[in-house]
């Protein structure tokens, strides 16, 4: 494409002054610049097809078994490595070998350790090829459970033999073929994937790019761009929260490509030099810097996509919420120190009602983040989470928003957030440490509310909770579903109603987003992870304590104590200090039942328009029969199973089947098993797909579903679980199973285009 510097000179007259090196760049008009400069490789279409639906679906994100990422042409050009990026004892964080942003040659990835699965010279004798080929000597049985032999543990030991020990693993593992634990391909694909592979497995150029989409990209460009001090402060705070998203214009006619947002050293209609740093709040150096759009050229996978829209009307929104109030940047902060990491001293010159707002008109992006975030992995993480739960928002300028300023402003400190760490030990005395800084903050903020509330008209009602505005936002209301390692959100309050909820405002939501999503170090040692876990206890409990505000003050106790039957003195301390209940004020609602919270939930739902998710609603009595109540049996189902049934018209439904795991308190970071009550589990059935990891497929006739839930009812032992999946499950040896997979991806393509990604089969049971 050809620079066009019209177009930058048409948004300096609409949009004011433009940085001095912006303008400067103007003078490389001149300079022709090819896609080739600005675009990686793909995968031919026919053998993206073939990768993508058996390959990708273990192979991709920080969890790719070998560190093989298969996602992109780029990866698989990469190769693999023997290191892993989950490793729990790791005392020093490890090497950054994020795929476009650590190395940028086949040199320097070999020069990081990573070694090829091509063989250029002789294309048959590389390990992509022999894998396949092996598989195709020694196929899997086609019916049953697989032997023990294959370990689908998720920290099982890897075996990454490089191209001089295939040999080795050939004699030893006959049967581990790729795609591992699963059917070979089928005669086509097979021929597809390895004829290309003989032809030396070239990548081709991606299709061009729409002149409307590259006008998209210069309107963003020089929006992010602009030199004034609000500008750049702006700039600053979305590049540090939408860092991690899929951004694509959805004011096109035509379906855009991906982007990510990104700093390089180099201005707009240049190639992008991209500025990788451990985190989205790392110091850039010392030279200029601009926000670029960098096109994403990888394959989407459900366990990361994270779709955000841009548009006329969201830069629009953007300047309505931070450049058009009055206030002065006198001054932009540095990168330096641990400010850097403080959203509340970094970006304290921006209005807090602009921050809330950017945040909380997107919540599903904001939670979604924190959710499938940095990390495809996420036991340490998510274990401090109940398995289910919903979400509301506190109202924005639900108190005076310049107090709200100030009082931020005072308390920064207090809501520091833990520093990346080395050693592996986390102790007593740092729990208690943030337990005192989070109670001081905790004792500041209900004095701000005692005194809102005894000098105005404010009231501890449902008047206080954001229900989406005029425009009806659905993004007003969540539900949170978390299967052991990883977890789900979804728009509305969805499922029975769960055990917990969380009630959140900017400070916590902003917390939430720094400790969890920009903050959070995949790569880090296991104590900044540990530390990570440990801080995350303060804010769920601060989320649900601030449910608690709405409950009437005799019963608020006894709903804590339930949440946290049998934790360590010091948190139950915590959660019930007097200290912080004489600030309490009570609530303004009035009840009429004897079950208060299971009241309080409803009024939630009847608050918030969007509540009522019609997507995940279940219509079939016998299905929505599962969610009728607790039961043991529930215990016994595996966390994420997806169920089609065929109708006699030769339709199909699909179903998602959560199993939720209860647990007697979340305040503990080890013995999780320990803490389980099977006979409180529940199980939440959605239409469509809820869930980027099944651990099960299920296919039925209609006629069926009424033994298949009986069935589930009445599960006792994990030998009932098998003659379940003997009657209705499909077992990874099952000849069709690619079939069925192949149908859910496509339905979810269907009907869900922009969120729909591919599923991750990693976690797929063998039982």
């Not at 993206?48 to 050009?77: I, S």
């Not at 209301?477 to 959140?504: C, E, N, Y």
């Not at 009847?606 to 016998?622: G, H």
Request: glycine share 6%; net charge negative.
């Amino acid at each position: 494409m050809q620079f066009q510097p019209s177009i930058i000179l048409n948004h300096i007259a609409k949009n004011g002054a433009i940085a001095g090196f912006l303008l400067a760049a103007l003078s490389l008009h001149t300079v022709q610049l090819s896609a080739e400069a600005l675009e990686s490789k793909d995968y031919p279409a026919a053998v993206k097809e073939v990768v993508e639906q058996r390959c990708m679906v273990c192979h991709g994100c920080y969890d790719a078994p070998c560190q093989l990422k298969m996602d992109a042409w780029m990866g698989l050009e990469r190769g693999a490595n023997k290191d892993r990026v989950y490793n729990g004892s790791r005392l020093l964080p490890a090497k950054l070998t994020r795929l476009y942003e650590d190395a940028h040659s086949i040199e320097e990835w070999r020069e990081k350790g990573f070694f090829p699965v091509l063989n250029e010279s002789e294309p048959k004798k590389g390990l992509m090829y022999q894998m396949l080929n092996l598989k195709e000597e020694y196929p899997l049985q086609t019916s049953g459970t697989l032997p023990d032999t294959f370990d689908f543990s998720l920290d099982r030991d890897q075996s990454c033999p490089k191209p001089d020990e295939f040999a080795s693993y050939r004699e030893d593992r006959p049967y581990q073929g790729m795609p591992y634990g699963f059917p070979g391909l089928d005669t086509d694909r097979l021929a597809v994937l390895t004829k290309w592979i003989e032809d030396g497995a070239r990548g081709v150029e991606p299709p061009p790019r729409s002149n409307a989409e590259l006008r998209s990209v210069d309107d963003w460009e020089v929006f992010l761009n602009a030199s004034d001090n609000k500008s750049r402060l702006m700039s600053r705070y979305i590049y540090e929260h939408l860092f991690i998203g899929d951004l694509y214009f959805n004011d096109l006619d035509s379906e855009s490509a991906w982007y990510k947002l990104v700093r390089s050293r180099t201005a707009p209609g240049q190639p992008i030099d991209l500025i990788a740093t451990r985190r989205p709040y790392g110091n850039p150096g010392s030279e200029p810097f601009f926000y670029r759009l960098q096109p994403r050229q990888i394959s989407r996978l459900a366990k990361r996509h994270m779709p955000y829209a841009l548009s006329a009307k969201r830069m629009e929104r953007w300047k309505t919420l931070f450049l058009e109030p009055e206030y002065e940047v006198a001054e932009l902060p540095g990168y330096k120190g641990d400010k850097a990491a403080n959203p509340f001293i970094t970006f304290q010159q921006l209005p807090v009602e602009a921050r809330y707002r950017f945040m909380l008109e997107e919540a599903h992006f904001t939670i979604m983040a924190y959710i499938k975030g940095p990390v495809c992995r996420g036991q340490v993480a998510l274990n401090v989470i109940d398995d289910h739960f919903w979400v509301a928002f506190v109202r924005p300028n639900g108190v005076d928003p310049e107090q709200q300023a100030d009082f931020l402003a005072a308390e920064a400190k207090e809501m520091r957030l833990p520093q990346a760490k080395g050693s592996l030990v986390v102790t007593a005395l740092q729990w208690r440490g943030y337990a005192k800084s989070q109670q001081s903050f905790l004792k500041s903020q209900a004095k701000a509310i005692a005194r809102v509330v005894d000098q105005s008209s404010l009231k501890l009602d449902m008047d206080l909770i954001w229900d989406g505005g005029p425009e009806r936002n659905d993004n007003a209301s969540l539900t949170v579903f978390r299967h052991f390692d990883s977890a789900t959100v979804v728009k509305g309050l969805v499922g029975q109603q769960p055990q917990t909820m969380w009630v959140i405002d900017y400070s916590l939501l902003e917390r939430i987003h720094y400790l969890l999503v920009a903050g959070f170090d995949v790569y880090g040692a296991v104590g900044h992870q540990l530390e990570s876990r440990l801080y995350m206890d303060f804010l769920r409990m601060e989320g649900e304590q601030a449910f608690l505000l709405f409950l009437p003050e005799d019963q608020r106790e006894a709903v804590r104590n339930h949440w946290y039957r049998g934790a360590q003195d010091d948190v139950k301390k915590y959660i019930v200090s007097p200290k912080l209940q004489k600030f309490e004020r009570p609530s303004s609602i009035e009840f009429e039942t004897d079950d208060p919270k299971s009241e309080l939930m409803a009024m939630f739902k009847a608050r918030i328009p969007t509540a009522e998710n019609s997507r995940y609603n279940v219509t079939l009595e016998s299905l929505a029969s599962l969610m009728q109540g607790q039961s043991k049996a529930f215990s016994y189902m595996p966390e994420v199973a997806f169920l089609r049934v065929l109708s006699p018209n030769g339709s199909a439904s699909i179903y998602s089947l959560i199993h939720n795991r209860a647990h007697s308190n979340n305040a503990q970071l080890f013995a999780e098993e320990d803490r389980r009550l099977p006979e409180e589990d529940t199980l939440t059935v959605t239409q469509g797909f809820a869930g980027a990891y099944p651990n099960m497929f299920f296919q039925i006739t209609q006629g069926q579903l009424p033994k298949f839930t009986k069935a589930i009812l009445a599960l006792e032992s994990a030998e009932g679980y098998t003659a379940l999946v003997d009657q209705f499950g499909v077992r990874r040896t099952a000849p069709w199973f690619w079939k069925l997979s192949d149908d859910f991806t496509e339905e979810y393509r269907r009907s869900q285009p922009i969120e729909a990604g591919l599923f991750d089969l990693n976690r797929y049971q063998n039982r």
